[in-house]
């Protein structure tokens, strides 16, 4: 119950990405049941490529704690990370990794399994249909 | 080379991280034969592990560039770059990559030659010895 309640946060990040023209995906990252830090994607507005919500999420709870590593720590993310993200929740060996939506495109799971840390659990599809439904909004009024 | 010239440039940012405590690696981007970005690995100074040579140097030359994309760039750095700025490089569609030393250990090399943009040329091993020999005088002098 807690993964859908810490999921419904990162969709209210999402959603926060959307109303500003970005493409919505949501991150929370959550630390003995605490959320630690909320952001979403801001790769248009920051005009760079870096800026995905799972990589500012990483910055913001490592500065929140005073230390790199996320070892005890949840991810919860709308949309499967890319290898990008996958590469540094590796560096921050994320203790366990929630996400919605899976990503066909440039998921990280596509490339290789081993993008992410040995020691990081994994559990997807929670809240994926919100998130999936989201996207695909983004998607086609843009069209 | 000109290869070799900025080569010498990121092997100076990797050396104003080892004066810094940090694991010596530097980059920069060039465009049309001039210097947008410089950077070096700020991992521990800024508690964050996204903080690669890499990754400042993309969010600085594409704030100099006012453009997300870097296809008519090249991105100079010391050690082969992890998947998580190679990840990076590809949704930075980078024209041409140009590293120093290989990295055995975690090199996007050996994960998936598909982690970077298939447009973006590569070329390896330049100035290579003197990146490897200051990351290993590096590793040496704090054991």
Avoid at 2 to 8: I, L, S, T
Avoid at 107 to 135: D, I, K, Q, R
Wanted: proline residues 3%; hydrophobic residues 45%; charged residues 20%.
């Amino acid at each position: 119950m807690d993964d859908v309640r810490f999921m419904r946060e990162a969709l209210r990040e999402a959603q926060r990405a959307s109303d500003a023209g970005e493409v919505p995906v949501g991150a929370v990252i959550v630390c003995a049941n605490r959320i630690l830090a909320r952001a979403h994607n801001l790769t248009e507005t920051l005009c760079d490529v870096t800026a995905h919500a799972e990589m500012q999420a990483i910055t913001a709870a490592s500065a929140a704690l005073g230390g790199k590593f996320l070892s005890e720590c949840t991810l919860y993310v709308t949309l499967e990370p890319c290898p990008m993200c996958a590469g540094a929740l590796y560096w921050a060996q994320l203790g366990r990794l929630v996400y919605g939506a899976a990503d066909p495109k440039r998921g990280y799971s596509l490339l290789a399994s081993s993008l992410l840390h040995p020691l990081t659990e994994v559990t997807t599809g929670v809240l994926a249909e919100e998130s999936a439904g989201m996207l695909q909004k983004f998607f086609r009024d843009r069209r």
